[in-house]
């Protein structure tokens, strides 16, 4: 393990709210969407860390910190990518934690490129795969799968859900006025 990462593990430990969730994008044109993410993960209490690290451009940082990213404590990567989008499938392959990719709309075929190459893994090596832009509900996954083994923030997942409902059964009303 290099000292970096034996460096990045004590710390994260270290803090009262460690980083769970890792949020990568193949560029910082991706951000504005994808910080939707961050968004979504603070308002369960959450910390994120957002990279810009490339599966083409930059692939041997993509296997450094995708292979060193369960040591340092993370439990969720969250990647989102346009065009050819490999940047989640490779983070996959470098990695057993939970991966969720966001196909980002491009400029040439509407983001279809990048949701056909995200969700057609090859067997063995899932990624979930969210709707195209759809940074928040990557988030709310992430919370969802971490909150899997957290009571505490499973009650708020749940309290989320059910103003979700509430606010849906209230358009009814505005309907009925
Ligand atoms: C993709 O190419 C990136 O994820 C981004 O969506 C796109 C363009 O990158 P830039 O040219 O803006 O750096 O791999």
Same mark, same amino acid.
């Not at 994808?34 to 083409?56: C, D, N, P, Q, W």
């Not at 969700?119 to 988030?139: E, F, H, K, L, W």
């Not at 859900?161 to 006025?177: I, P, Q």
């Given at each position: 393990?290099?000292?970096?990462?034996?460096?990045?593990?004590?710390?994260?430990?270290?803090?009262?709210? *460690?980083?769970?969730?890792?949020? =990568?994008?193949?560029?910082?044109?991706?951000? *504005?969407?994808? &910080?939707?993410?961050? !968004?979504?993960?603070? !308002?369960?209490? =959450?910390?994120? !860390?957002?990279?810009?690290?490339?599966?083409?451009?930059? *692939?041997?940082? #993509?296997?450094?910190? +995708?292979?060193?990213?369960?040591?340092?404590? =993370?439990?969720?990567?969250?990647?989102?990518?346009?065009?050819?989008?490999?940047?989640?499938?490779?983070?996959?392959?470098?990695?057993?934690?939970?991966?969720?990719?966001? *196909?980002?709309?491009?400029?040439?075929?509407?983001?279809?490129?990048?949701?056909?190459?995200?969700?057609?893994?090859?067997?063995?090596?899932?990624?979930?795969?969210?709707?195209?832009?759809?940074?928040?509900?990557?988030?709310?996954?992430?919370?969802?799968?971490?909150?899997?083994?957290?009571? +505490?923030?499973?009650?708020?997942?749940?309290?989320? &859900? !059910? &103003?979700?409902?509430?606010?849906?059964?209230? &358009?009814?009303?505005? #309907? #009925?006025?």
């Amino acid at each position: 393990m290099s000292a970096a990462i034996n460096h990045s593990i004590h710390m994260n430990d270290q803090q009262p709210n *460690p980083v769970r969730v890792g949020i =990568l994008m193949g560029s910082d044109s991706d951000w *504005p969407v994808m &910080k939707a993410a961050v !968004e979504a993960l603070k !308002e369960f209490g =959450l910390t994120a !860390e957002a990279r810009v690290i490339s599966a083409h451009r930059t *692939p041997r940082d #993509l296997e450094q910190y +995708a292979g060193s990213a369960r040591e340092r404590g =993370l439990r969720v990567i969250i990647a989102g990518a346009g065009g050819a989008a490999h940047l989640p499938g490779v983070t996959a392959a470098f990695t057993t934690l939970p991966v969720i990719g966001v *196909p980002m709309l491009g400029p040439a075929l509407a983001g279809m490129d990048a949701l056909l190459a995200i969700v057609q893994m090859p067997p063995g090596v899932p990624v979930a795969t969210v709707g195209i832009n759809a940074a928040r509900n990557a988030g709310l996954l992430a919370a969802q799968i971490i909150g899997s083994g957290d009571p +505490a923030l499973q009650a708020r997942l749940d309290a989320f &859900k !059910e &103003k979700l409902a509430a606010d849906s059964r209230a &358009k009814n009303r505005t #309907l #009925l006025a």
